[in-house]
């Protein structure tokens, strides 16, 4: 049997197999953006490379539990390697490169790619919010953020998009869910990072991504900002690193664009300065008197067939 997916708490997951596309950025900066809306959030590293543990000020050799440890060892209990950070209602399960064992350890383990979702069980009733980080791959550790998820974050860099990867990636989310006939990662939301307003190129591929892949594509979009780049060295996200910069504007008005996608939030979405045609798109008034997508597109994950070519 399936471990379906448990909705209490809402799971999202950030993917991509291509390296350095801001998976990790938007983890830690989604995650405490969540947070400082006031939800309870539980962010994740899943890669082990462990940039989101180190990007939050956590030593990882002094770490005596990890999200290792919950994965792998018999009856392996996530509570046990939850830690605060230093942002109120924000809580990391780390990791440190022993996690780069696991894709062996658990190759030929039965249900390996449902370890995650079943961890996630037994904190689903104290977090709003999930956040998983997960490595440049499709290997055991992405099934398990996949597998754990509806909501599913595919960070794209607007400078240099490549189309046919991206099909590649959005055909094997297809494929995977077909194959285990899983809820996991139905809905998927595009994010263009590393915009830059001022190059044309970048605006041409922006154009592209959003002809392409329609609504799948956030109205909001993470500018390149240097405090995004600096904020990790000093073991903080963006937004308590540098509050007013872009990066935390963008990173803010993504939270509250997420939500109102999940139906987590009730009052009026902030606009993003640069979203292209003025604000997020299809979002009116509601007769409870919140706004969120009326008569809008599911973000269902397309089959091969259903995105246009360019
Ligand atoms: N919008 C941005 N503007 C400027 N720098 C950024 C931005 N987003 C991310 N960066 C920087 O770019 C680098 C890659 O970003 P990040 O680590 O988030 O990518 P990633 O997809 O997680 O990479 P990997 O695949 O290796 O895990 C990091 O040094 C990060 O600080
Ligand atoms: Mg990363």
Same mark, same amino acid.
């Given at each position: ?12 997951s950030i ?6 596309c ?10 405490a953006?969540?947070?400082?809306l006031g ?5 994740i ?8 543990t ?6 990882s050799?002094s770490l ?13 209990v996530?509570?046990?390697a939850?830690v ?6 924000l ?8 996690l ?5 350890q658990l190759a030929?383990?039965p249900g ?15 977090y ?8 440049p791959?499709l290997?055991v550790?992405?099934?398990?953020a996949l597998?754990?998820s509806i909501?599913?974050i595919?960070p ?8 046919k990867g991206l099909?590649?990636l959005l055909d ?6 077909e194959?285990l ?11 263009l990072?590393?915009v830059d307003? %001022? +190059? =044309? !190129? *970048?605006q041409? #591929?922006?154009?592209?991504? %959003? +002809? =392409? !892949? *329609?609504?799948l #594509?956030l109205?909001?979009?993470i500018?390149r ?13 963006v ?8 990066g ?7 939270a509250r664009?997420?939500?109102d996608?999940?139906?987590?939030r009730?009052e009026p979405?902030?606009?993003n300065a ?9 979002l ?9 997508p009326v ?6 994950t397309?089959?091969p067939?259903s995105?246009?070519s360019?």
């Amino acid at each position: 049997m399936l471990w379906e997916v448990d909705d209490t708490m809402r799971t999202i997951s950030i993917v991509n197999q291509k390296g350095g596309c801001g998976k990790t950025t938007t983890a830690v900066n989604t995650a405490a953006a969540f947070a400082e809306l006031g939800k309870r959030v539980l962010l994740i590293d899943l890669d082990p490379q462990a940039h989101v543990t180190h990007g939050l000020g956590c030593d990882s050799d002094s770490l005596e539990k990890t999200i290792y440890d919950a994965l792998l060892q018999t009856g392996g209990v996530l509570r046990d390697a939850i830690v605060r950070t230093r942002i109120a209602g924000l809580d990391l399960v780390p990791c440190n490169m022993l996690l780069g064992n696991a894709e062996v350890q658990l190759a030929s383990v039965p249900g390996k790619e449902l370890l995650l979702s079943r961890c996630l069980r037994s904190v689903c009733d104290e977090y709003d919010l999930c956040v998983i980080d997960s490595p440049p791959s499709l290997g055991v550790l992405t099934l398990n953020a996949l597998m754990a998820s509806i909501d599913v974050i595919i960070p794209v860099q607007a400078h240099c998009c490549n189309m046919k990867g991206l099909r590649r990636l959005l055909d094997s989310v297809q494929i995977i869910r077909e194959r285990l006939q899983s809820h996991a990662a139905e809905h998927i939301y595009l994010l263009l990072t590393f915009v830059d307003d %001022r +190059g =044309a !190129f *970048g605006q041409q #591929v922006q154009q592209q991504v %959003r +002809g =392409a !892949f *329609g609504r799948l #594509v956030l109205s909001t979009m993470i500018h390149r900002n240097v405090s995004l780049a600096e904020a990790p060295g000093a073991g903080k996200p963006v937004l308590t690193y540098a509050p007013q910069s872009r990066g935390a504007a963008d990173y803010r008005v993504l939270a509250r664009e997420l939500l109102d996608e999940l139906g987590l939030r009730g009052e009026p979405p902030a606009v993003n300065a640069s979203v292209q045609g003025g604000g997020p798109k299809g979002l009116v008034a509601k007769s409870d008197g919140s706004r969120g997508p009326v008569g809008k597109p599911s973000r269902r994950t397309p089959g091969p067939d259903s995105i246009e070519s360019t």
